[in-house]
């Protein structure tokens, strides 16, 4: 059983209520799980637990309210359900190595000013390229005031795109020997802006001939429009005479799409396989030669 959508609304139900009282309980209530199998569940997916994952995010948002606005440390943390501002400053530590007000003070002076970014996009991004279509129709590379944890996350946004149909993707590739005869999953954390064609990760298996083995892009599940940070997923099988695995971010037409926390693991196959199999699309022999039809 796939459990994706379930954490995708489960995601979507913590996010949009992370200064209200969350539980266990009323999460799993939510999903329509008892809550000690919803907990399994949920750290299976998403590699933390419920409380971390809720944790860990209101830490990531008062990280920005810290950086980004002139609120008092101790309305924050009594925003985002902390017992006191002693409580919040421990749990902060814990992330950011750095107490609160240190913090504040420190990557203030650190942030960079947007008109002051005139930094490659190669060289803002490392191991990163651009691809695509059009890939000069669009623009990669780090935002420091939108992420879903720690200090950071990595964009794709459309800038002169003119037809739909234009594509991008940020993008790497690495050798699949580690991998041979394993089935690999690819996961992380999307939020979008205004996606008018659809987005998401792809992920992609070659041999030694760059014929493609495995292959999937989302497109049986796009993502579009406005969406706050949700996970996906990618599993794809890594055939033996696999040579080279792709992963990326795609955006199609106009739209800005955010990534954070991309991972790679190795499931057992009791996980489906998200690859599209083209194959089944293929017709048994030629028909309609005539046009009559």
Not at 172 to 200: H, M, N, P
Not at 227 to 246: C, F, K, M, Q, T
Request: hydrophobic share 35%.
């Amino acid at each position: 059983m796939s459990y994706s959508s379930y954490i995708q609304e489960t995601i979507q139900y913590i996010e949009n209520h992370l200064s209200a009282d969350l539980t266990l309980e009323s999460i799993a209530h939510f999903a329509g799980f008892s809550k000690y199998h919803y907990h399994r569940v949920f750290q299976k997916e998403v590699g933390v637990s419920i409380s971390e994952y809720i944790r860990y995010r209101r830490i990531a948002n008062s990280a920005n309210l810290l950086l980004y606005t002139d609120e008092k440390i101790i309305d924050i943390a009594l925003f985002y359900r902390f017992e006191s501002q002693e409580s919040y400053s421990r749990a902060f530590k814990k992330y950011y190595n750095l107490p609160p007000g240190q913090y504040r003070r420190f990557m203030g002076k650190l942030i960079i000013q947007k008109e002051e970014v005139k930094v490659k996009n190669d060289q803002l991004l490392k191991g990163w390229q651009m691809s695509g279509s059009h890939p000069f129709n669009y623009q990669m590379g780090i935002d420091r005031e939108v992420f879903h944890k720690g200090k950071a996350s990595g964009f794709l946004k459309s800038v002169t795109v003119e037809e739909q149909g234009e594509f991008a993707t940020m993008m790497q590739q690495f050798k699949a020997d580690k991998y041979l005869g394993k089935r690999l999953k690819l996961s992380g954390f999307i939020k979008t802006e205004a996606v008018e064609g659809f987005c998401g990760f792809w992920m992609r298996v070659d041999d030694h001939l760059h014929d493609v083995l495995q292959f999937d892009n989302m497109s049986d599940r796009p993502i579009k429009g406005d969406n706050g940070w949700n996970h996906y997923s990618i599993v794809l099988d890594v055939p033996e005479n696999s040579a080279v695995i792709a992963f990326g971010i795609l955006l199609s037409g106009r739209g800005i799409v955010w990534a954070d926390e991309i991972t790679f693991e190795e499931v057992d196959r009791n996980t489906p396989t998200t690859n599209i199999d083209y194959s089944s699309d293929l017709l048994d022999e030629p028909i309609n030669l005539s046009f009559d039809e």
